[in-house]
């Protein structure tokens, strides 16, 4: 979303001249309307004078500028400004029913520059029977934390993605609320430059870098999303 609020500057304190799209939202509200952005984990905002847009872009959500690459079917909504156009695809959007400030709490957002580690830390602290792989998609507690990010944080901190997070040492506590920040970082910087994927050292990894054994493939905790690890060096807390 950062990137995504990056490229859009273009747009920045510009006029929407044109709203289309399928979405369902109220598209007349947009037009003539000068524009902000600003991003919320994996939420993109659209501020508007009185309204705030947020979008989603769930499991298979994209975007594009100025240049329409989808079918119109999977066109949520493309906003056109005097100097070019934003195209929204297979996203959820809608308008917040009450200020940003009252459903977001920013201090959350791993990326962003109120960032609070020991309010995480203490979030953490106060769900010591989640799993560690759960705990980190936890928007609540890492907003902008997805699942690679989840593998290769807890790779690198040697935890076990099924450990509990009541116990976790307070040194494994620390270390895996400051990677959760640093890593993000550098998977931002390494997207924009088209090399994500060289830097893995888990995620979808087959043999462990660190031992030279199997990397394990199993869907964890409670939301069953894909966790890659290794079972001799990430050590399983419980």
Same mark, same amino acid.
């Given at each position: 979303m950062v990137i995504l609020k990056e490229e859009l500057g273009i747009f920045e304190g510009k &006029? %929407?001249?044109e709203a289309t799209g399928n979405s369902k939202i109220d598209k007349s509200l947009l037009i003539n309307r000068k524009v902000? *952005?600003? $991003?919320?984990?994996? @939420? *993109? +905002? %659209? *501020?508007l004078p009185k309204n705030t847009v947020r979008i989603h872009f769930l499991m298979f959500g994209s975007y594009s500028i100025n240049?329409? $690459?989808k079918p119109d079917k999977s066109l949520r909504l493309c906003l056109r400004f005097r100097n070019g156009?934003? #195209?929204f695809y297979s996203c959820a959007i809608k308008f917040l029913e009450d200020e940003p400030d009252n459903i977001y709490d920013w201090s959350a957002d791993v990326m962003n520059d109120n960032w609070n580690a020991a309010k995480a830390r203490k979030k953490l602290k106060a769900i010591p029977e989640t799993m560690v792989s759960d705990a980190? +998609?936890?928007q609540q507690i890492f907003a902008g934390v997805g699942n690679i990010i989840k593998n290769e944080v807890l790779y690198r901190i040697k935890i076990h993605p099924e450990s509990l997070a009541g116990k976790l040492p307070p040194l494994k506590l620390s270390q895996l609320v400051k990677e959760a920040r640093q890593y993000s970082f550098d998977f931002y910087e390494w997207k924009k430059v088209f090399q994500l &994927?060289? @830097?893995w050292l888990a995620h979808t990894k087959k043999t462990c870098l660190r031992c030279n054994l199997p990397i394990i493939k199993k869907y964890t905790g409670k939301n069953k999303r894909r966790s890659f690890f290794c079972v001799n060096c990430q050590v +399983? #807390? &419980?």
């Open positions: &006029k %929407i001249l902000r *952005f600003k $991003t919320w984990g994996k @939420h *993109f +905002l %659209i *501020f240049e329409q $690459t156009a934003v #195209y980190m +998609l936890d &994927k060289k @830097h +399983l #807390y &419980k």
